[in-house]
Structures are given as structure tokens and as C-alpha cells.
């Protein structure tokens, strides 16, 4: 079975300490990894998408990474609007060539503290 | 503005009774899709559309219906027979199944 696990399901952190989220898959035909953040209440807003091992993204403070068996979420010098919860998604491959639909985790609730 | 409009933002229902939760986009996107997240765990599909007059179930279609008679539109209707309703729905779209999705702003859907 297709699993995508996120780790530490919580994160606390001082402002300015930096730190990094971990999203590990156990999918086979990977055709590409999705970071979402989600504010309480509201729906996911998309950040990055990753499709091969090396790959590297960057927004602001937040820089995403890929593996072949899992991805890191690294937040440098994070402020309090940075507090949310990261959701990681993975979207594989079918025989036909086409995608799945996306696999989500269950998310790392990051609080940042002034 | 571009983008996903879920309406009602909450919704409560009484046991026994249908609810529409409504999903419109204006971004031209061919894919639509209904998840629902429920505390502490990742979003779960429902159903998905890739073209207008067509979807397929997903993970977790059991009591739920969807039509797609128009582009814009996925309305999402939770039946008597979901035995375990109040959630949090979100709708998302894509270009296609092999882009990113966009997420609307969710229904909290509580039966009381």
C-alpha cells in the first residue's frame, strides 16, 4: 500500500531558529512530490512541486528537496507567519503513462514563537 | 480574481437529510476534485473529474454523489447514507491530473 508519512507531526520553534520537515514515501513510479500549506480553517495553498531525485525549490524562506525515497521541507530563520500546518503529496505514475491522483500526509503543525 | 469558490463556508445538517456543498472555479482547469480532512489525518479523496459529464470515485466515494454538467461546476452532495458526515470538505482543480491542484477555502460541514 502507498504510504506518505510526515515527520514531527509538530514542530516548535523560536523565531529565527531554523529547522527542517520531513515527508518519507513508500510508492514506486513516483511522478512528483507536492508541498502545501495550510492556515487553520482554510484550504491548502500550493508551494512547490519536486519530480526527480536532486531537485531543489525555493520560496522566500522556505526551500524544498528531493530524494528518492523522501523530501525536506527546510524553513531558515522562520517568522511567526510562518506558522501553519505542511501537508506533503505524492502523485504517482500508472501503467498506462498517466497520473494518480495525489496521496497526501497528515501533516507537520509548525508554531513559530516571537 | 481567479479562483475556487466553495459555498456555504459552514454547513449544518440533520441526521437523515441530503446536503449540496457547491464548488465553482473560474480558472479554466478541465480537473475538479472533493477531499475531506478530518482532524489530524491527510486530505482523503472523494471523487475526481477530468472533463465535463465525466468522474470516478475515489478512495472514499461511499455516500457521497457528484455531478459535472458544466466546467466550472463539481457540486458535492453528502447522502443519509455517509455514516460519519461532519468533516471538513475541501474542492481543489487542476490544468490537468498532472499539474498542481488549487484548493478552494473548504465547507465545515457539523450533523447535528
Known amino acids: 500500500e502507498d504510504q506518505v508519512t510526515q515527520s514531527p507531526e509538530a514542530l516548535r520553534l523560536q523565531e529565527g531558529e531554523s529547522s527542517s520537515l520531513n515527508c518519507s514515501y513508500t510508492v514506486s513510479g513516483l511522478r512528483g512530490l507536492f508541498w502545501y500549506r495550510q492556515d487553520p480553517g482554510k484550504g491548502p495553498e500550493f508551494l512547490f512541486t519536486?519530480?526527480?531525485a536532486g531537485e531543489e525549490k525555493e520560496k522566500e524562506r522556505l526551500k524544498a528537496t528531493l530524494t528518492k525515497k523522501e523530501s525536506f521541507l527546510h524553513i531558515t530563520a522562520p517568522k511567526p507567519e510562518d506558522s501553519a500546518t505542511y501537508l506533503c503529496a505524492v502523485q504517482l505514475l500508472i501503467s498506462s503513462g498517466s497520473a494518480r491522483q495525489l496521496t497526501f500526509g497528515s501533516g507537520t503543525q509548525l508554531t513559530v514563537l516571537p | 480574481d481567479g479562483g475556487i469558490t466553495q459555498s456555504p463556508k459552514y454547513l449544518f445538517r440533520k441526521e437523515g437529510q441530503n446536503v449540496t456543498l457547491s464548488c465553482e472555479q473560474n480558472l479554466n482547469h478541465d480537473a475538479m476534485y472533493w477531499y475531506r480532512q478530518d482532524p489530524g489525518q491527510g486530505l482523503r479523496l472523494i471523487y475526481y473529474s477530468q472533463i465535463v459529464n465525466d468522474f470516478q470515485k475515489g478512495d472514499i466515494a461511499e455516500g457521497y454523489s457528484v455531478s459535472r454538467e458544466k466546467k466550472e461546476s463539481f457540486p458535492l452532495t453528502v447522502t443519509s447514507a455517509q455514516k460519519n458526515p461532519t468533516a471538513f470538505y475541501l474542492c481543489?482543480?487542476?490544468?490537468?491530473?498532472?499539474?498542481?491542484?488549487?484548493f478552494g477555502q473548504g465547507t465545515r460541514l457539523t450533523v447535528v
Open positions: 519536486l519530480y526527480s
Open positions: 481543489a482543480s487542476s490544468m490537468g491530473m498532472n499539474t498542481e491542484a488549487f
